[in-house]
């Protein structure tokens, strides 16, 4: 057994994971869109929507689509480790730039590093570098 993420996007999905792909070094393993499953309900201005995607980033399989009436993400978020502190600043860096910062990137008694935010696109991230085990 496996547990993945599946986020919903309005109808920006692709640009998501295109955007999470060459920033955050995943890799899209999988996408089909709309009209690709015929349905007569689907707008034609939707046709070329995501109907289901699959990234890969780090051990982690994040998979998406667009719906229409998808809302951003409140009381879950996606948990990014990083091996490094710069890797983590970096990340804080590409992933706020447009998006909403709950809580800046800072030391916490439990990370050396630790973000709260929500990008861009709706996702909502918690960013964390903690220190070696002693």
């Not at 057994?1 to 995943?26: P, Q, S």
């Amino acid at each position: 057994m496996r547990l993945d993420v599946y986020v919903n996007y309005r109808g920006r999905c692709e640009e998501a994971f295109r955007f999470y792909e060459r920033h955050l070094g995943g890799t899209i393993t999988g996408l089909s869109r709309h009209g690709d499953a015929p349905n007569p309900a689907t707008p034609p201005d939707w046709r070329d929507k995501v109907l289901h995607a699959r990234i890969t980033i780090g051990a982690t399989v994040l998979m998406g689509a667009d719906v229409a009436h998808a809302e951003p993400m409140r009381s879950a978020y996606l948990a990014l480790s990083f091996d490094g502190e710069d890797e983590a600043e970096r990340a804080y860096a590409v992933l706020a730039d447009g998006g909403e910062v709950f809580m800046p990137m800072a030391r916490t008694p439990f990370a050396n590093r630790f973000a709260m935010l929500r990008d861009r696109f709706g996702t909502s991230w918690l960013l964390l570098h903690q220190p070696a085990a002693s």
